[in-house]
């Protein structure tokens, strides 16, 4: 690394995400809920005569044309910030559905406009957390970024952006890794590519999952887990008619929904990836039948909002 001791480093933090309902309609203008989650990516940048970055075990510096130096190129370009020493630790599984590129791209993103000593804001910070994507995802709904952003539960759509919304009761999800990572950029291409073939299917859809999303937020808002589950479970199915499941993801919803889970279905891209499922109290016994049946699991929690212990 190059960065001159003489510089101040600057931190930054970016929280992994879900996609509760709503991943590919989303890149079509439709609604998507998604949550930040607990874990994340932090970086710390500090200015230098030459940008380089590392992510990790695996480390780049400017001109060796490899997708990581291209992305910090653009981050930096779009802040106004000339070259920079960028490290990044990341605690969130990549290419997993759970958001890793957005999260690390919001974090370097607040760590450049921390070490420039500037003020950060939402603007600022999505727009440096969407030129990062942009190199790793080609056209992204930036609903990633957003959640990686706030942290907790949105609302979010291609054209009005992000909205908090208001969570009435936590939601216990456990999630679990079905299957190897697929590159979401693909995804994207091979939902857009299907959609050509069959625009009819495609369109219905995309109609099918925005009414799914929309009872999804009257759910959320009034604490109703139990029909937020079953609108869960409704999503899975149009995303596996859509072709973005996997027998894996498939068994991993068929193990939660056996131990209990009130919905289960694949978060962010598909293909592989990520599944996550709504447990009726704690997530516990979801994560051990995910861990019995050979998955890597988690739980976490999508906190209520503050004013939800409120009594009107
Ligand atoms: O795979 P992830 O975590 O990047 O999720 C992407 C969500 C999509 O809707 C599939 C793509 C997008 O840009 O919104």
Not at 86 to 97: A, F, H, Y
Not at 147 to 158: D, E
């Amino acid at each position: 690394m190059n960065a001159t001791s003489n510089n101040p480093w600057g931190t930054g933090r970016g929280n992994g995400k879900t996609v509760l309902l709503g991943e590919h309609a989303v890149v079509y203008g439709m609604p998507a809920i998604a949550a930040g989650i607990s874990l994340g990516a932090s970086a710390r940048a500090s200015a230098a005569e030459r940008s380089s970055i590392r992510i990790g075990e695996q480390s780049s510096v400017a001109g060796d044309d490899s997708e990581l130096s291209r992305a910090l190129e653009q981050v930096c370009g779009e802040l106004g910030a000339g070259p920079h020493s960028v490290e990044v630790e990341v605690n969130l599984p990549l290419g997993s559905g759970l958001g890793g590129s957005a999260a690390i791209g919001v974090a370097v993103a607040r760590a450049l406009l921390a070490a420039r000593g500037e003020q950060e804001g939402e603007a600022r910070v999505l727009a440096g957390a969407a030129a990062w994507e942009r190199v790793f995802h080609g056209n992204p709904s930036g609903v990633d970024a957003a959640a990686a952003y706030s942290g907790s539960c949105i609302w979010f759509t291609k054209a009005g952006g992000p909205e908090p919304m208001f969570v009435a009761a936590p939601l216990e999800l456990a999630i679990c890794l079905a299957g190897p990572p697929a590159s979401t950029k693909q995804m994207v291409e091979n939902v857009r590519q299907l959609g050509e073939r069959r625009p009819d299917l495609l369109g219905k859809s995309l109609a099918g999952i925005e009414v799914l999303v929309k009872n999804a937020r009257l759910c959320i808002e009034a604490g109703d887990r139990s029909a937020l589950g079953q609108l869960m479970n409704l999503n899975q199915m149009l995303l596996a008619g859509l072709f973005l499941s996997t027998p894996e993801i498939e068994r991993a919803c068929a193990v939660a929904r056996d131990a209990g889970a009130l919905g289960a279905k694949l978060t962010g891209a598909g293909g592989g990836g990520a599944v996550i499922a709504l447990a009726e109290a704690s997530a516990a016994p979801l994560e051990a039948a995910f861990r019995e049946a050979g998955f890597t699991a988690f739980s976490t929690r999508i906190a209520a909002s503050p004013a939800a212990g409120v009594k009107l």
